[in-house]
């Protein structure tokens, strides 16, 4: 396949960028009015069936070239279902804006495992934009942290929920790391397997284990998980339904981006992106929930951290641009 221009990469960064940010508030708004109960896994559903959308572009309609490892790409789709499980989890104990906090050291895990695993250097000046990003972004839980002792917001029992939390959601971004690099391991070693082909595997995949998993459990309690949780909540159903069609339609976009980025700039760069996510999510928390949560406000240490993401995303552009072949771009 011949190499995309600058702008269509561009273009698809900012696609990647901006549904990746609506994706984590509409979860969370979703979540406050009741419709995701955690045991049901129901927001896991978009995302999977946003990616078999992906069929109704062009490129996904080619077959699968022989020499591709079906066994590498169930293991894939495995390893995504659930990374994708635990961050859903872990969006709803700790609140989206310090989830984000937590996402972005994808990018630090995602470096690491590129190194060892698909031997792709890291360059001095590329470590040093990601251990800004992350020193950023680090200085936000700070922030989160000295907001709930101050107003002793949080019960002993929330605190728990909080820890346990973020233990889900650092498990859930190795998983994710994980499942970037065998992307773009699977990309990289098969240059006619189309993006969007592996996209449409991973979503059906994913489809086919979450319908299971519907069958045994949501589907059964239907009644006392979705639909008394929103009534508990003070939810409208056709809020939370029309929220769900968003995300499935916000998910087909960001997906179509996620493996044109994973084959173009590979796994580090996209998980850079999801450190401008953060800032991004920050910022529209702050809005959207600052009254209801205090904890989602903006803040002054929330404010120097998006100066340094914005710091660590330059200086890691730079080493990009500086890197020879055979490095990570």
């Known amino acids: 396949p011949g190499v995309p221009s600058r702008f269509l990469t561009r273009v698809q960064q900012v696609n990647f960028l901006v549904t990746g940010i609506f994706t984590t508030i509409c979860n969370q708004i979703i979540f406050n009015q009741g419709g995701a109960e955690q045991s049901t896994l129901l ?19 080619q077959d699968l070239p022989l020499n591709v490892s079906h066994t590498s790409i169930l293991g894939t789709s495995v390893v995504d279902v659930v990374a994708n499980i635990l961050c859903v989890f872990g969006l709803q104990l700790v609140g989206s804006g ?3 906090v937590l996402y972005a050291s994808v990018v630090a895990m995602a470096a690491i495992q590129t190194r060892a695993f698909l031997g792709k250097r ?19 839980s700070l922030g989160g942290h000295q907001q709930y002792k101050k107003i002793q917001e949080l019960q002993n029992e929330d605190t728990v929920h909080v820890f346990v939390g973020i233990g889900i959601t650092l498990m859930g971004c190795v998983a994710y790391a994980s499942s970037y690099v065998l992307g773009e391991y699977l990309l990289s070693t ?20 979450l319908a299971v998993y519907f069958s045994m ?6 009644e006392v998980l979705v639909t008394q949780n929103i009534q508990k909540k003070g939810g409208h159903f056709t809020h939370v ?6 995300l499935v339609a916000s998910s087909f976009l960001h997906n179509w981006a996620h ?4 084959r173009n700039t590979g796994a580090v ?10 800032i991004g999510v920050f910022v529209v928390s702050g809005v959207l929930f600052c009254d209801e949560y205090t904890a989602q406000c903006m803040t002054p240490l929330k404010t120097v951290a998006c100066l340094l993401v914005s710091c660590g995303v330059v200086v890691y552009s730079v080493g990009s641009q500086m890197l020879p072949a055979g490095g990570v771009g």
């Open 259 to 262: 493996f044109f980025l994973l």
């Open 43 to 61: 927001l896991s559903l978009p995302t999977y069936a946003g990616m078999l959308l992906v069929i109704i572009l062009p490129e996904s309609r």
């Open 190 to 209: 098969n240059p006619t397997l189309p993006p969007q082909r592996l996209c449409i595997q991973i979503g059906s995949i994913g489809c086919v284990l």
């Open 122 to 140: 890291v360059s001095l000046i590329q470590w040093m934009g990601i251990c800004v990003m992350i020193f950023g972004l680090a200085i936000t």
């Open 241 to 246: 339904a029309t929220l769900y069609g968003c």
């Open 98 to 100: 310090m989830y984000q």
């Open 269 to 278: 760069s996209t998980g850079v992106l999801q450190s401008l996510r953060s």
């Open 217 to 222: 459990h949501t589907i059964p309690k239907w």
